[in-house]
């Protein structure tokens, strides 16, 4: 029998998508959004409470308000592009389920449970690819694990009684689990998911069922040009993720890209030319990852040099400004840590699970304790590693050096040691040592660059602090130094 919880929840639920509904048929019908987006404003205000201050709320208001403003062009177009029902989905599970009230619930249950909650959970239904992409961390899983469904769905389960309803895959290709992934998004409909993928299996057939279901989208692997992409991804890649675009785009959903910047190919992934492509195809926003050397698949010369990545934060941050007309939101995973109060890892806003059922604190780091198919997802968040990251974050003052492993791997070593940590690279196993080795040098020559441009910079949010068990016992420890120090 339901909970009384439960039963407020499904009649709130059916509140608000009744009201998304009334939303959507006007944005869809009107010449004039404006009174549509205010009550928006208004439903997000209801739920966000004290965090959505009035400073907050009149900012958004006078962008509504602004018909030259060019993030509410950008919304305009993408609701002009996309199927109603994929809009609603979106709105209504991650916007109502994930944004609002699961956020208010995961601030619950971080204070009640004393650790981390995450705001999404990463998995991968499998480790098997269809390609072999040169430098590519995740092809050191090997290609024989795979989640259950049962995995699956216990994750989703376990994750939204803790607040969580975003969830992402990767793998491998996740979609190589086709059958098994639209089993789940159908099953948690209340749910929001996102594929990491390659494209090559997407088809008609798959992009109706997301439309029927609407709360699924892509985020598409593209590296730049033909060349660049397909001289790590392989002849025909390219082709295939332009097929893909066009089919989302065909359909009505929305989908955005993931694109890992090397010293290769940084130029072409960030060219005019190609946002502006990425613009006609229908890409509407996009992530950046910095290439790690994880695995002993590794390529180090990969790795951006500090003249490329400060290249890297100049032209994203210009692209997201004012000054540029380009209709497509790009985020950078490792430079804008500012934005995100530093590392995001060890269940801080996300954790991953690898094929095996393993537990990692990210994507990026191979090691845990905890794993899924004897352990919750609760009993995972307070597994000593995940814990070593609570006490710890932030790794560093300066959020242009926020990672453990890429610009701070003492803290990485020091906290797989005393977390007695496992590593689960099963195709070729990796030491922490080995592993770090690989970051040193370049830590140490980010270091004083990151400090330059930390301390040039006016920072309006106040960076976050939680300086406990890292801070107390290691205060030698270059990662907390003061910005201004840092490049002595």
């Known amino acids: 029998m339901p909970s009384i919880a439960e039963v407020k929840h499904a009649a709130e639920r059916q509140a608000v998508s009744v009201m998304i509904d009334g939303l959507i048929k006007n944005l869809k019908n009107s010449d004039d959004r404006t009174k549509t987006y205010m009550s928006m404003i208004s439903l997000a205000q209801k739920f966000f409470g004290k965090a959505f201050t009035p400073e907050k709320v009149e900012k958004v208001k006078a962008a509504i308000q602004d018909p030259d403003n060019r993030w509410m062009k950008f919304i305009n177009k993408t609701i002009d592009e996309i199927n109603p029902n994929f809009a609603k989905m979106t709105l209504l599970n991650l916007g109502y389920e994930a944004f609002l009230r699961g956020t208010k619930t995961i601030r619950e249950n971080r204070e009640k449970y004393n650790c981390n909650i995450p705001w999404l959970i990463l998995f991968d239904p499998t480790s098997a690819c269809n390609m072999h992409c040169v430098g590519c961390w995740s092809g050191t ?107 989302l785009k065909k359909y009505g959903i929305l989908f955005g890209t993931s694109i890992c910047y090397t010293s290769k190919n940084i130029e072409a992934v960030t060219s005019d030319d190609f946002f502006h492509l990425l613009e006609e195809k229908g890409a509407k926003f996009g992530f950046y990852f910095h290439y790690m050397p994880v695995g002993q698949n590794a390529v180090p010369a990969l790795m951006p040099t500090p003249e490329q990545r400060k290249y890297m934060i100049d032209r994203i941050r210009y ?145 976050y602090e939680n300086y406990t068990k890292l801070h107390r016992e290691h205060p030698e420890l270059a990662a907390f130094e003061k910005p201004e120090e840092a490049a002595k």
């Open 141 to 247: 899983y090997g290609h024989k694990n795979n989640l259950t469904f049962e995995d699956m769905d216990k994750i989703v389960t376990e994750g939204k009684k803790l607040g969580v309803y975003l969830y992402l895959m990767t793998g491998g290709e996740p979609m190589v689990r086709k059958k098994d992934v639209l089993r789940l998004i159908e099953k948690h409909h209340d749910c929001y998911f996102a594929a990491f993928s390659n494209s090559t299996l997407i088809d008609e057939d798959l992009c109706k069922e997301l439309v029927r279901l609407g709360n699924m989208t892509f985020f598409l692997s593209i590296e730049g040009t033909p060349d660049t992409n397909d001289a790590r991804r392989g002849e025909g890649h390219y082709a295939a993720v332009m097929k893909a675009m066009d089919l």
């Open 319 to 463: 692209i997201r400004s004012n000054k540029s007309d380009i209709q497509f939101y790009p985020m950078d995973f490792q430079n804008d840590g500012e934005y995100v109060g530093g590392c995001i890892a060890g269940g801080r806003n996300y954790f991953h699970i690898n094929s095996s059922g393993d537990a990692e604190p990210c994507v990026f780091i191979h090691f845990s304790n905890a794993n899924i198919h004897d352990k919750s997802v609760l009993e995972i968040l307070q597994s000593p590693l995940f814990m070593e990251y609570h006490e710890g974050q932030p790794f560093n003052r300066n959020h242009l050096r926020p990672c453990p492993m890429l610009e701070n791997p003492q803290l990485l070593r020091k906290m797989v040691k005393e977390s007695g940590a496992h590593q689960t690279n099963e195709e070729a196993p990796e030491s922490v040592e080995e592993l770090c080795e690989k970051c040193d040098d370049y830590a140490q020559k980010w270091k004083p660059m990151a400090a330059e441009i930390w301390a040039s910079e006016t920072h309006k949010k106040p960076t």
